[in-house]
């Protein structure tokens, strides 16, 4: 093991030993849970704020998402390869993706509020709420689509031969 593995396995360590603490002080879910799902682990354990920090990572991950739903919705500053992808896209994935914009939209509100009035038993509440939304709605969703934009099919009809160019 080099040095610098060596280094990231002790903070790794020392991450879950911290989270431990929150996460028996507010019920927070285990750190293998948030970790798969949101990449916890990079974080820095240096910090005397960990659920903030914790929290901006949820947010990271889930403003990317909302950020990618948001071209499939409204491709219109879409790189072209997204256009492929929206025909892919029926009526009830397009209500799908609208639901869950709209909840990742209230979540990045929300933490505007949390960054500007630190309070730990909040960000806990975030996180867990996060976390729970996230695993029991928005991923089963989301992961559904995102197999189905990556299927190879489309979902539009079939083309006329008989168009026109000029």
């Known amino acids: 093991?080099?040095?610098k593995e060596s280094e990231n396995f002790s903070n790794i360590n020392d991450l879950k030993k911290e989270y431990a603490l929150l996460q028996k002080k507010y019920s927070l879910p285990q750190f293998t849970t948030l970790n798969q799902q949101f990449d916890i682990e990079e974080i820095s354990t240096q910090t005397e704020f960990l659920a903030r920090k914790i929290r901006r990572t949820i947010t990271e991950k889930l403003n990317g998402y909302l950020r990618f739903i948001e071209l499939l919705l409204n491709p219109s500053t879409a790189p072209l390869f997204f256009f492929n992808l929206v025909k892919k896209l029926d009526a009830a994935d397009r209500e799908a993706?609208?639901?869950?914009?709209?909840?990742?939209?209230?979540?990045?509100?929300?933490?505007?509020?949390?960054?500007?009035?630190?309070?730990?038993?909040?960000?806990?509440?975030?996180?867990?709420?996060?976390?729970?939304?996230?695993?029991?709605e928005i991923k089963p969703q989301l992961l559904a689509i995102a197999k189905k934009l990556t299927?190879?099919?489309?979902?539009?009809?079939?083309?006329s031969t008989n168009s026109y160019f000029g």
Not at 126 to 136: E, P, V, W, Y
Not at 151 to 159: A, L, M, V
């Open 151 to 159: 299927n190879g099919h489309t979902n539009t009809s079939k083309e």
């Open 97 to 136: 993706l609208t639901k869950i914009y709209a909840l990742l939209g209230e979540f990045e509100a929300s933490t505007i509020v949390l960054d500007l009035a630190y309070d730990e038993k909040q960000e806990a509440d975030f996180i867990i709420k996060a976390a729970n939304l996230f695993t029991k």
């Open 1 to 3: 093991m080099t040095p």
